[in-house]
């Protein structure tokens, strides 16, 4: 099936999610009445802080009139909450999205997958999951979800479907392995119940349980490196959350080092300040980054060097096609002024900032729920934003569908032969293991 563009809200929402293994409960007039609620509260805050005060046009009044419509006849309150998500979707917009109530399940689907190219791949299957006792494996190529292709223009949207939208019990794959056979397979998710409506008593979550999950969320976010004697360290930022002189220390390290790589593969975005800590550490001068282009005025982003620790050596920075938004500002700061080499795959295209705005309506049980509005767009020195663009590698290296399935990584291998080091793709894909959560 071929998906059409800003169509794939009110198919897969409309035709693929109503055919999950358990069936919906039929709409009430109160959680009718509730979506109604959420649509208005919803449209207001991107008519009031979206940073195009014109909306790209659109006419949005007939717009939030015919998802209303869309409510009226929605069969169950997770179609409803497609029907916001769907007008959200017309801004054609990486960064303004809707955030319904969370659901009664949340569903681990014990399966990754990741465009390579122009080619989507299962990058890890987890072990005991649903997924692995099916046939599952790492390498195989996912051509269909639930009859949906998935390539760079729907995979975004499918994975936000399927993980805050609507939570799949079950998916259908069309799949092809590394040896060129394509097979089909469904596949049970590991279903956990949790409250769908929130009290006050926040849902019965213990201090405990929050703080083991703000420290699972520090893990996961924490920068790490590896030296490799004089001629090469590498850094790994899995999201731009370190500041000030937390960011000093790593380019300290890296000073004593001929070659820097600094690994943004999977890079979701992070903090602006952050971003700007780190070029400064990079750069012997000050720089433009380019314009924060908002609702009522343009002002410029600009970094202050450092002048005192600032790392002068080689420099590689590693993109994929999920590096997104502060990543993608990072490697192409570096692109334009020429002072590094960028390596990888083509980046997300996912570069506008944005705000959540938090809501809740009920009483007592109480539904939480929220919008993400982008308020600036990032204009880069060179006059262009990487909006629905991204960041094109200058050495473009993809791992093969052979390699995902071995477990090696070739890009950081070719990255660090580069810098005159001997890095099997093996040993390259070891240096940075998956964190899992703790319990």
């Known amino acids: 099936m071929k998906n059409e563009p800003g169509k794939v809200w009110a198919l897969f929402a409309g035709v693929v999610m109503l055919a999950a293994a358990t069936p919906c409960q039929q709409i009430s007039r109160i959680e009718r009445e509730r979506a109604e609620t959420m649509l208005e509260i919803v449209a207001s805050d991107v008519h009031k802080y979206y940073f195009d005060s014109k909306l790209q046009g659109l006419d949005w009044d007939t717009l939030v009139r015919e998802t209303k419509a869309g409510i009226a006849r929605a069969p169950d309150f997770a179609v409803a909450n497609a029907e916001i998500a769907a007008l959200l979707e017309h801004l054609n917009d990486s960064h303004t999205s809707f955030f319904p109530p969370r659901y009664v399940i949340t569903v681990d689907y014990g399966w990754q997958f990741k465009i390579v190219g122009n080619r989507c791949y299962v990058t890890e299957v987890r072990a005991g999951s649903d997924a692995e006792r099916k046939g599952m494996r790492p390498g195989d190529e996912v051509l269909t979800i639930d009859g949906f292709t998935v390539d760079r223009a729907s995979v975004w949207k499918l994975g936000y479907a399927m993980n805050v939208l609507m939570p799949r019990t079950s998916v259908t794959l069309d799949l092809r392995d590394p040896a060129g056979k394509i097979f089909r397979l469904d596949v049970a998710s590991d279903v956990q ?24 969320a520090w893990r996961r976010i924490r920068a790490q490196y590896k030296e490799f004697g004089p001629e090469l360290i590498i850094l790994r930022i899995p999201a731009f959350g370190q500041t000030g002189i937390d960011v000093d220390n790593l380019i300290k390290k890296a000073r004593n080092h001929k070659t820097l790589i600094v690994d943004l593969r999977g890079t979701p975005g992070g903090l602006e300040v952050s971003v700007m800590d780190y070029l400064g550490d990079i750069f012997d001068h000050d720089l433009k980054i380019g314009d924060r282009v908002g609702r009522d005025k343009t002002r410029p982003l600009m970094v202050k060097c450092n002048r ?25 700061v570096v692109q334009i002024e020429k002072r590094g080499t960028i390596v990888g795959d083509h980046s997300s295209g996912m570069t506008m900032e944005a705000n959540h705005y938090a809501h809740r309506t009920g009483n007592d049980p109480v539904y939480f729920y929220g919008v993400s509005v982008t308020v600036s767009k990032i204009v880069m020195a060179d006059g262009k934003s990487l909006e629905h ?26 990255a660090a032969e580069m810098a005159g080091v001997k890095l099997t793709p093996e040993d390259a894909a070891k240096l940075f293991p998956r964190e899992t959560p703790h319990e």
Not at 193 to 216: S, Y
Request: proline share 4%; net charge negative; aromatic share 4%.
């Open 193 to 216: 119940n949790h409250k769908f409506v929130l009290g006050m008593d926040n849902g019965g979550r213990d201090a405990a349980v929050q703080r083991r999950e703000a420290e699972n």
């Open 389 to 414: 663009i991204g960041v094109v590698p200058d050495k473009i290296i993809l791992p093969t569908a052979a390699e995902i399935a071995a477990g090696r990584d070739p890009v950081l291998a070719q």
């Open 308 to 332: 005192h620790d600032t790392f002068v050596g080689n420099l590689i920075v590693l993109v994929d096609s999920e590096t997104a938004s502060a990543g993608e500002i990072f490697a192409r």
